[in-house]
């Protein structure tokens, strides 16, 4: 199956990429989905989460808190890795089983930190969604209702836009209308066809 690794930093419209290329029919799978499905209750990660962290990281329905607990991370390097040595294995191993089960052409799988965490390997190509980081907290803050001051700490804690255009295979510079956006989508769909077609089997 050909891979290709979307990415973004927050607020810059990976989703609603990810959305347009669905509409082509192009399986999209989102580590971030599957993050949450593992950490539920009855997932693979819950127990061994909820004995790392302890018992305050979990609301009153006995779900772990995913913003608590992002916050616990954000504010200690070492419990970050320790969540992302639980997490990680688990979900490459959910998205690869996914991404074997997938028939269309090639397939989408979307991953936040993708250059951060050093990933391009696992991917035929890469696709980054980047915008004006006026627009990304413009977006954030009527998404999710955070202040600035949130929004700038986050994308700081990310990596530059600038590396990660060098990274990137592609690049979609999402600050236009929706139009635009789904021209660029089209004309990448069609790219990557003939990539997939290219790949030997």
């Not at 916050?71 to 294995?89: G, N, Q, R, Y």
Request: glycine fraction near 6%; charge should be neutral; charged fraction near 25%.
């Amino acid at each position: 199956m050909f891979r290709v690794g979307l990415t973004g930093g927050i607020g810059c419209g990976k989703s609603t990429v990810a959305s347009l290329f669905s509409k082509l029919g192009i399986n999209v799978i989102d580590t971030d989905v599957i993050a949450h499905q593992i950490m539920q209750p009855d997932g693979p990660a819950y127990e061994a989460i909820v004995d790392t962290f302890g018992d305050e990281i979990l609301t009153t329905e006995n779900t772990i808190n995913r913003k608590k607990l992002a916050k616990i991370i954000f504010h200690s390097a070492e419990k970050k890795t320790l969540l992302e040595d639980l997490l990680h294995p688990l979900i490459w191993l959910v998205t690869e089983q996914q991404a074997a089960a997938s028939c269309s052409p090639y397939c989408i799988i979307a991953v936040p930190l993708l250059f951060e965490g050093q990933h391009q390997s696992r991917f035929n190509t890469t696709l980054l969604i980047d915008c004006p980081e006026q627009e990304q907290i413009k977006r954030v803050k009527k998404r999710d209702n955070r202040s600035t001051g949130d929004i700038k700490a986050i994308i700081k804690n990310q990596m530059p836009a600038t590396e990660k255009i060098k990274l990137a295979d592609h690049v979609i510079i999402n600050s236009g209308d929706v139009n635009t956006l789904e021209n660029e989508v089209k004309h990448l769909h069609n790219k990557f066809l003939n990539l997939a077609a290219k790949r030997p089997l």
